[in-house]
């Protein structure tokens, strides 16, 4: 292992990564600070020094956003590991009878998203206030992609997809 590679990953933090996924999931560093609830500034300033720390870009930028490059699809798979693990380590300090913050994933078309989904998010969280609600904005193609690979618990969509349980909520 090179002496760059041990230097980076001692201090590759859970945050950036955190970052970094909720960039590559929204496909824009603007609508991920906007998820996070941070500036543009700090989400760009996570990714940015995560690239420095591997010596390695991450994101391609395009005229749409961004996309990932493969050592961030590598990293992320990392990640996955990582972000899990803590998810345990959390469950063993719960009290008897706590319940652990839950995240429910969403995908929809945009018109769909502000006029089914973003009003119904608060309703749905005072009910279930242990579910964190994240919402992410695709197309058609894009969102029955999501689902199937697990990126989104849900899917909202004018398409269904052969690989992904459908159900119609209008026909």
Known sequence: MNHLASRARSRVTLSQLRKLRTVIETGSIGRASRQLGITQSAASQAVSSLENLLGRKLLQRTRNGVEQTGLAEQVIQYAQVAFMATSRIDGLVLSPGARAPQILKIASVSNAL???????????????????VRLFEGDH???????????VDIGITAFASPKVDTKFLMK
């Not at 502000?114 to 964190?132: I, W």
């Not at 894009?142 to 690979?149: G, L, Q, T, Y």
Request: aromatic letters at 10%.
């Open 141 to 151: 193609m894009e969102i029955n992609e999501w689902v199937s690979i697990g990126v």
């Open 114 to 132: 502000h006029d089914l989904v973003s009003g119904r998010t608060r309703e749905f969280q005072a009910l279930h206030p242990y579910v964190n």
